[in-house]
């Protein structure tokens, strides 16, 4: 059975940073496209970042780009988000994600097929 676990998440004061991790189990990682999402109260869930099975291509919401970084390491079967000059408006639940089909950077939670439980990011300001 394939689990996806986040951590990392917690407070934070505006301007500052925080690395996310996801580890996936019971499934060989570098086969799945991932992505980062995250839901806010009240909101649907967005598209964050999203990272092709090697690695070597991401991509990002407009909201999130220059300040937030996808990675990944097939070796240890985890994927990473590092958020940086957080703004209050990032105070979300962050759920990492992952598709079986390899859908190419895609930016839709119909893309993935495994999602973790999610972590929360408070930002104060």
């Known amino acids: 059975q394939v689990r996806l676990v986040e951590s990392g998440g917690g407070v934070v004061q505006a301007g500052g940073s925080l690395r996310l991790s996801c580890q996936a189990f019971g499934r060989t990682f570098s086969s799945d496209a991932a992505a980062w999402f995250r839901q806010a109260p009240g909101k649907e869930r967005e598209f964050v970042a999203a990272?092709?099975?090697?690695?070597?291509?991401?991509y990002y919401a407009d909201s999130v780009k220059g300040r937030f970084t996808i990675s990944r390491d097939n070796a240890k079967n985890t994927m990473y988000l590092q958020m940086n000059s957080l703004k209050p408006e990032d105070a979300a639940v962050f759920y990492c994600?992952?598709?079986?089909?390899?859908?190419?950077?895609?930016?839709?939670?119909?893309?993935?097929?495994?999602w973790g439980q999610g972590t929360q990011v408070t930002v104060s300001s």
């Open positions: 994600a992952a598709g079986v089909r390899g859908i190419y950077l895609g930016r839709r939670t119909v893309d993935y097929d495994y």
């Open positions: 990272i092709s099975r090697s690695g070597g291509s991401t």
